[in-house]
């Protein structure tokens, strides 16, 4: 879980340039109090009234260096120019010490956190993803980020000098009459602890209202994604009522939990400080009627305390906004929290050598392999193949048999429990991960496809390939015959996920992807499933072309896909129960016969 010392700890690298901008800030809040202070004692000299002895020896001082004696326009001159330096003086140098910095150092970490969290991104598990929308990940990224840059310079450069500020009032009260000082103490300490106990219990709403809008964003984020499956099913009513019942509920969480609980607060709060303005002032005034306060003294005590209760205010305001933006902050740190994949060590730091590199000749051995995302519910059990290099070996089984669980165990998203798997003998959890997947490549049922130029998303995993080999790819993927249809041919944007593009032209794209790669493992996962029968054959075509010039693994439902494999390998219920040739496992009276029976005769019926 994440606490308050994980947000300090999100501008650990700049606590002491933190440290100097917030004493700087605190000091000009301090010196402000000079003002009033000196108004006072000009009170005092029009009045004739005595000045404070420490400003009397002050003026007495500059009196002998002067040679002037000490009279009315000495003492105002002092006082005006005392004014002087800590108002007009100060103007230029304060912005510069201050709110530069502030703004810096929250700039500076914005920078630092994202980059951060783009890495937790890149180096999380793949299950991650199958349970977590991408709008719920992006929003909680974004408003954890954001509440954090705004509130740095608000708790730096208001919050913290402002409470400085009040205890530097304490002090000067304190030297006018020290019983005024600990009533004003103990009233001002006696507000701002019911007000920050009352925050908290807003804190939870605010948290739970944060959930709200993270659950609402998520569903917004899906309906986006998927709205040519709402239009289709003319779900734009049911999407529209559910949305409708999630930001109702957020209005009336916000309306009368948070919103009416902060209202409530701040009328109680200016009730009490007025009350307590009052209080001081009449005991104010009959210290002066008595004599023992001075006029000035008078008049600068009222302001000071005025000034005093008058921070209560932003001061609360600042903690409520604090307490607003703390479940946001929290949930974000909580992300980056959460546990790495096990594929992701030095993941990062392996990309930026290029001492890692491999060339396999593509003989694969899974060796007594068995593993499951629950311990309890094994997926696959006691698994033993060998794939001999630049052999095509196809996997076929009932969903849920463990294929594409096989090819993840391959592709090092998950570690087997047992067992091992070998890679030309080498058992790949002893290969760097970034090196090892780069020598071997995936085609997916659905191809991810990003938003740029068809030559982008050709040259994604393979930026330094020629134009030359990109278009020999193209050749041999069939996406030649597309291009040569788009308006701008490889410079085409194919848009957000590809969506200019049908779902066999995204499959030529991702073979092409793959190929450009060079590959010595290409995987095929369900890569014609979703698509008709024109765009099958072309992609079925395209991966004829391929065979025999590397180790070819593919996934498919469509047995059709696989006749011409060098060996089916038919898994069920995460064993292998058959191996052999389209032909040998015909004549056997195995599951490859009846789903080939019953997929023919589907054929037959459509």
């Known amino acids: 879980m994440a606490n308050f010392r994980d947000i300090l700890n999100y501008f650990r690298p700049y606590w002491s340039l933190s440290i100097f901008s917030i004493a700087a800030t605190s000091i000009y809040e301090i010196i402000d109090l000079v003002v009033p202070y000196a108004i006072g004692q000009i009170l005092n000299v029009l009045s004739n009234q005595p000045l404070d002895k420490p400003l009397q020896r002050a003026i007495a001082t500059i009196s002998n260096l002067t040679n002037n004696p000490v009279n009315k326009p000495l003492e105002l001159g002092v006082l005006l120019s005392l004014i002087f330096l800590v108002t007009v003086l100060r103007a230029p140098t304060q912005p510069w010490l201050t709110n530069w910095f502030h703004w810096d150092i929250a700039l500076r970490a914005r920078r630092d956190q994202n980059q951060k969290a783009i890495e937790k991104i890149l180096t999380l598990p793949v299950e991650f993803y199958d349970e977590n929308n991408p709008g719920r990940i992006a929003g909680r990224i974004a408003r954890g980020v954001s509440n954090h840059t705004w509130t740095y310079p608000e708790i730096a450069g208001q919050l913290i000098p402002k409470l400085f500020r009040v205890l530097g009032i304490f002090v000067f009260i304190w030297f006018v009459d020290w019983r005024i000082a600990v009533l004003y103490l103990i009233s001002f300490v006696i507000i701002l602890s019911f007000t920050l106990r009352k925050l908290q219990r807003l804190i939870w709403h605010d948290n739970r209202m944060d959930k709200y809008m993270e659950d609402t964003e998520s569903r917004t984020s899906e309906i986006i994604t998927n709205i040519k499956t709402v239009k289709a099913f003319a779900t734009e009513a049911k999407e529209l009522q559910r949305q409708k019942r999630r930001l109702a509920r957020e209005l009336t969480v916000t309306e009368y939990r948070i919103h009416k609980g902060y209202v409530k607060l701040n009328t109680w709060q200016k009730t009490v400080i007025q009350f307590c303005v009052f209080i001081v002032l009449g005991l104010t005034l009959v210290e002066t009627v008595k004599g023992p306060i001075s006029l000035g003294h008078f008049i600068m005590t009222l302001t000071l305390s005025s000034m005093a209760y008058a921070e209560l ?69 006691d698994i033993n193949l060998l794939i001999e290099p630049y052999q095509t070996v196809a996997l076929v089984g009932r969903s849920g048999s463990g294929k594409s669980t096989l090819v993840k165990l391959l592709l090092r998203y998950f570690e087997p429990q047992q067992g091992q798997i070998l890679i030309d003998g080498y058992d790949i959890r002893t290969l760097a991960v970034g090196g090892y997947r780069r020598r071997l490549a995936i085609v997916h049922q659905e191809v991810d496809v990003f938003n740029g130029t068809l030559l982008d998303n050709l040259m994604y995993g393979s930026p330094d390939a020629s134009f030359e080999q990109v278009e020999e790819a193209c050749k041999i993927s069939r996406l030649d015959e597309v291009v040569q249809h788009l308006p701008q ?81 038919v898994l069920d219920k995460g064993k292998i129960v058959e191996i052999g040739s389209h032909d040998e496992l015909l004549r056997h009276e195995g599951i490859y016969r009846r789903l080939h029976s019953l997929q023919e005769t589907g054929e037959l019926v459509s």
């Open 489 to 569: 041919g490889y410079y085409t944007v194919v848009g957000e996920r590809g969506v200019r593009l049908s779902g066999g032209q995204r499959q030529r794209l991702g073979i092409a992807r793959a190929l450009l790669t060079e590959p010595d493992v290409l995987i095929f996962d369900e890569a014609t499933s979703s698509l008709d029968y024109e765009s099958e054959r072309s992609i079925q075509l395209a991966m004829r072309s391929i065979l025999g010039t590397r180790t070819t693994i593919i996934i498919a439902h469509r047995l059709s896909t696989v006749r011409e494999a060098n060996k089916i390998v």
């Open 313 to 381: 205010e932003p001061i609360s305001i600042l903690a409520e906004i604090f307490a607003r933006r703390y479940p946001s902050m929290v949930r974000f740190h909580e992300f980056l929290k959460l546990p790495l994949g096990v594929d992701a060590n030095n993941l990062l730091e392996e990309g930026k050598t290029s001492d890692n590199s491999y060339k396999f000749t593509g003989k694969v051995e899974f060796s007594h392999v068995s593993f499951g995302y629950e311990s309890e519910r094994p997926v696959l059990q």
